[in-house]
């Protein structure tokens, strides 16, 4: 049950992070949708504005036009230019010199009919006859904003239903498109399940039995064989014991306790030997000892022994592995064919594998991550080509 309850609480992560990153992409390009549907509608309402204001500006242009014939006719008499308390004015000739202006603006589009500057609402008009020279004749008028507030208020209130609305319709749909994947997740991760719990009680039997057998008294070619059997063994204990650590989702309740690290480390290094002849890989132990540390024995061997796996697989062929532990620093050193900047950084993450002509799926480095956050180790990786890799935990 706990088995399965941990299962679910890991879909339910996975299914969040989907959720979560479709939403994020979702949402943005909603919010880009929704921004240019607002802009449509914010420029239609304004060019509807403008036009109510035409009317009202041609009224005042006909006026204008007429006290500027008026002036051109008298000119002699009054020259006095026309003002207007209800708007400013000002005149051009054909080639857009001003020729005179009551305007506060100081830009002026003459190549536009109606336009809004800053505060101000602009009109242009071409009069028939050029009086006084005036090809254009510019009208000014305050622009009191109030439709410009009530136009924001109702974009807003639309864009905040309709992001909302865009958001619960995205989430709704992706939940029904995810659901067969959910489904066959559920069917992986049962199916992983019962095969670790079977794999469990063959591999401890037989790892169980090839100890207690003395190779001394075996003939060389069975020595061999039965070597072969325990590294075969051994390989899928690892392999079990890393898939029921993640299928558990590092939710095992830890024993922690003041351990012999010293005593662990030999042993796990002891334990790996075997693999290790395989290849003709030395091991170099530096081990001070009486190192204690605080933590979980079974946690504290996964980390130590992922660490080695890695040094052993990674290795070349008559390597060397270099065990250091010291107060508070524990560091294994390979000569294996090392890594690039761009794969340590992307070290820890789960499924990740750098070399697929060797085993394994890409769980060993991420469970160490797990196992070290837990406990707030601190793990440095450091690499060169060719040279080798060495990993340092410090606590």
């Known amino acids: 049950m706990l088995v399965l309850k941990s299962l679910d609480i890991d879909l339910t992560q996975s299914e969040k992070k989907t959720l979560f990153g479709f939403l994020s992409l979702y949402s943005f390009f909603t919010i880009v949708i929704l921004f240019f549907i607002s802009f449509l509608y914010f420029s239609f309402q304004k060019n509807l504005m403008l036009q109510q204001k035409r009317i009202l ?3 005042y242009a006909n006026n204008f036009v007429f006290r500027l014939k ?4 008298n000119f002699d008499k009054y020259k006095y230019y026309p003002r207007d308390e209800k708007f400013n004015s000002a ?3 054909s080639d857009r010199n001003l ?3 009551t305007l506060e603006s100081t830009k002026v589009h003459l190549d536009d009919v109606a336009y809004t500057t800053d505060d101000k609402i602009h009109f242009i008009e071409e009069p028939e006859s050029y009086y006084l020279g005036a090809k254009y004749i510019v009208l000014e008028i305050p622009d009191d904003k109030k439709w410009l507030v009530l136009l924001e208020k109702e974009i807003t209130i639309f864009v905040i239903i309709a992001f909302f609305f865009m958001t619960f319709l995205g989430y709704f749909l992706l939940k029904i498109f995810l659901r067969p994947m959910r489904d066959a997740l559920h069917l992986l991760d049962r199916f992983i399940k019962d095969t670790t719990h079977e ?4 591999v ?3 790892i169980s039995n090839i100890e207690m057998i003395d190779l001394s008294t075996l003939d060389e070619k069975l020595a061999r064989k039965i070597k ?6 051994k390989t899928i204990s690892n392999i079990y014991e890393d898939l029921t650590f993640l299928t558990l989702d590092n939710k095992i309740i830890s024993q922690n306790e003041i351990l012999d690290l010293t005593n662990i480390l030999r042993q796990r290094v002891e334990y790996f030997k075997t693999l290790a002849d395989v290849k003709k890989i030395e091991f170099i132990l530096k081990i001070e000892e009486n190192i204690t540390i605080f933590c979980d024995k079974k946690k504290l061997a996964k980390l130590i022994d992922n660490f080695l796996s890695n040094a052993i697989k990674y290795n070349k062929i008559k390597g060397q592995i270099i065990v250091t532990l010291k107060n508070n620093l524990m560091s294994i050193e390979d000569t294996g064919k090392g890594m690039s900047q761009e794969q340590i950084d992307n070290l820890f993450q789960r499924y ?3 070399d697929h002509s060797v085993g394994g799926f890409g769980i060993g480095l991420n469970i160490v991550s797990l196992i070290a956050k837990e406990y707030n180790f601190k793990i440095d990786v450091t690499s060169k080509l060719k040279k080798g890799t060495k990993m340092e935990i410090r606590w």
């Open 57 to 59: 500006m041609q009224e």
């Open 70 to 73: 008026d002036l051109h006719v």
């Open 91 to 93: 005149i051009y000739d």
């Open 99 to 101: 020729i005179f202006s």
């Open 199 to 202: 794999l469990n009680t063959p």
């Open 204 to 206: 401890s039997a037989i």
């Open 228 to 233: 072969r059997i325990d590294i075969g063994a």
């Open 352 to 354: 990740i594998r750098f």
